[in-house]
């Protein structure tokens, strides 16, 4: 009797420590937010990479200077490697015929995707951020066309919820704008030179991709990537080579991180992380 006594009172306390695991709630994600509260790093303390990837259509120039072109090869990168990313194209990418099929790759591979605006609204003076160039209705019919393009794929808000603003520039009231529209902004980590791939040879300003890979990991021994929000044009800037584009770079990026020890994550991570916490 005491042996059955026994068994039961085991039973009981293991049956108590499962449904007292069942209730505890996951830890909600650690944000590093800028001066208007758009986050920069996920996580500041895990060994992770947040891979994003913006575009935009230069619809003026038929996509000469801007575009999506880099958007296969970056797939099947991430696809050989088996790593997620995070997609933000703006809402132009998604009219052009040659871009549906990679779009719906972007789905149906277990990306993130959202956009980046519609039409690449620059919202403030770069000189001067405190002076709006565009106004809170004109936001409004931007995001709303870009919504329209993004449900046309069959995403609801609360998929695409996370956005990378036009430019990654911004103030205040384009933030509180974004924010009363139902979005997350998110911004790739301050410091790192991967968005300087637009420039051309024969300007001062131009910042080969070796350049920018040797800053990465400078910034990756100075600062770790814990966390980092990590931005790669998928984008055919004129005046390049293939060699000189920093996605074309990718695989040897994600193998020397996973070196490291790094993982990766995208910002479906993130809203799954939201939710287990709540």
Same mark, same amino acid.
């Not at 709630?25 to 913006?54: H, M, Q, W």
């Not at 051309?200 to 990537?225: A, G, R, V």
């Given at each position: 009797?005491?042996?059955? %006594? =026994?068994?039961?009172?085991?039973?009981?306390?293991?049956?108590?420590?499962?449904?007292?695991?069942?209730?505890?709630?996951?830890?909600? #994600?650690?944000?590093?937010?800028?001066?208007?509260?758009?986050?920069?790093?996920?996580?500041?303390?895990?060994?992770?990479?947040?891979?994003?990837?913006?575009?935009?259509?230069?619809?003026?120039?038929?996509?000469? !200077?801007?575009? *999506?072109?880099?958007?296969?090869?970056?797939?099947? &990168?991430?696809?050989? $490697?088996?790593?997620?990313?995070?997609?933000?194209?703006?809402?132009?990418?998604?009219? /052009?015929?040659?871009?549906?099929?990679?779009?719906? +790759?972007?789905?149906?591979?277990?990306?993130? %995707?959202?956009?980046?605006?519609?039409?690449?609204? %620059?919202?403030?003076?770069?000189?001067?951020?405190? +002076?709006?160039?565009?106004?809170?209705?004109?936001?409004?019919?931007?995001?709303?066309?870009?919504?329209?393009?993004?449900?046309?794929?069959?995403?609801?808000?609360?998929?695409?919820?996370?956005?990378?603003?036009?430019?990654?520039?911004? @103030?205040?009231?384009?933030?509180?704008?974004? =924010?009363?529209?139902?979005? +997350?902004? /998110?911004?790739?980590t301050g410091g790192l030179l991967?968005?300087m791939d637009w420039t051309s #040879?024969?300007?001062?300003?131009?910042?080969?991709?070796?350049?920018?890979?040797?800053?990465?990991?400078? !910034?990756?021994?100075? @600062? &770790?990537?814990?966390?980092?929000?990590?931005?790669?044009?998928?984008?055919?800037?004129?005046?390049? &080579?293939?060699?000189?584009?920093?996605?074309?770079? %990718?695989?040897?990026?994600?193998? +020397?991180?996973?070196? $490291?020890?790094?993982? *990766? $994550? =995208?910002?479906?991570?993130?809203?799954?992380?939201?939710?287990?916490?709540?």
């Amino acid at each position: 009797m005491k042996k059955i %006594l =026994t068994s039961i009172a085991v039973v009981l306390a293991m049956i108590s420590m499962v449904a007292c695991n069942c209730k505890t709630k996951s830890a909600a #994600p650690t944000f590093v937010t800028d001066e208007y509260g758009v986050v920069e790093r996920i996580n500041p303390d895990e060994k992770c990479v947040y891979l994003v990837f913006t575009a935009h259509y230069s619809e003026s120039d038929s996509g000469y !200077f801007e575009n *999506f072109d880099g958007i296969v090869p970056v797939l099947n &990168t991430l696809k050989e $490697k088996d790593v997620k990313g995070s997609f933000f194209p703006t809402g132009v990418c998604f009219t /052009v015929d040659r871009y549906q099929e990679p779009i719906q +790759r972007i789905i149906d591979e277990g990306h993130y %995707l959202s956009a980046h605006s519609f039409a690449h609204l %620059l919202f403030v003076d770069e000189s001067d951020p405190t +002076r709006s160039l565009v106004t809170a209705d004109s936001i409004r019919r931007d995001f709303a066309r870009m919504e329209q393009e993004l449900e046309r794929f069959g995403l609801t808000k609360e998929q695409y919820c996370w956005l990378i603003p036009p430019y990654e520039t911004y @103030n205040q009231e384009a933030v509180d704008v974004m =924010t009363e529209l139902g979005y +997350r902004l /998110v911004n790739p980590t301050g410091g790192l030179l991967t968005g300087m791939d637009w420039t051309s #040879p024969d300007t001062k300003i131009y910042h080969s991709t070796e350049m920018i890979l040797d800053d990465l990991w400078q !910034f990756e021994s100075e @600062n &770790t990537f814990n966390g980092v929000v990590l931005l790669i044009h998928a984008m055919n800037y004129p005046d390049r &080579t293939d060699e000189d584009r920093p996605y074309n770079h %990718l695989g040897e990026i994600i193998d +020397r991180l996973r070196e $490291k020890g790094y993982t *990766f $994550k =995208t910002m479906f991570d993130v809203i799954e992380a939201e939710k287990a916490a709540k």
